[in-house]
């Protein structure tokens, strides 16, 4: 299936990026991007995949311990709506 991004997910993936190319090695970001690839990939094979949210076609993508991708099965694609950092506040996530 089709995968589309939304702004929101633009936006978060790159904050990640940012934070891991101020905080951390390149060859930890190649990894980060390495991991984010592999899991879109998979979810565009095999959408249901992952855990599904308290909302109803909202499913979460583990990329790393800390950190999920949200996105949303419709019928003709799916749709990333936002990177996660798990070690924020769960309430804050409106999935």
């Keep these: 299936m089709k995968v589309s991004w939304t702004p929101e997910a633009l936006k978060t993936y790159y904050n990640i990026l940012d934070y891991l190319q101020t905080n951390w090695s390149n060859k930890e970001i190649q990894k980060f991007v390495i991991k984010t690839n592999k899991v879109i ?3 565009s094979m095999n959408p249901g995949m992952f855990r599904h949210s308290i909302q109803k076609n909202i499913h979460i993508g583990f990329i790393t311990k800390q950190t999920c991708v949200i996105y949303k099965l419709n019928p ?5 709506i936002v990177f996660w950092d798990n070690r924020q506040n769960p309430q804050k996530l409106k999935y």
Aim: hydrophobic letters at 50%.
């Design 41 to 43: 990939n998979q979810i």
């Design 76 to 80: 003709n694609e799916i749709v990333l």
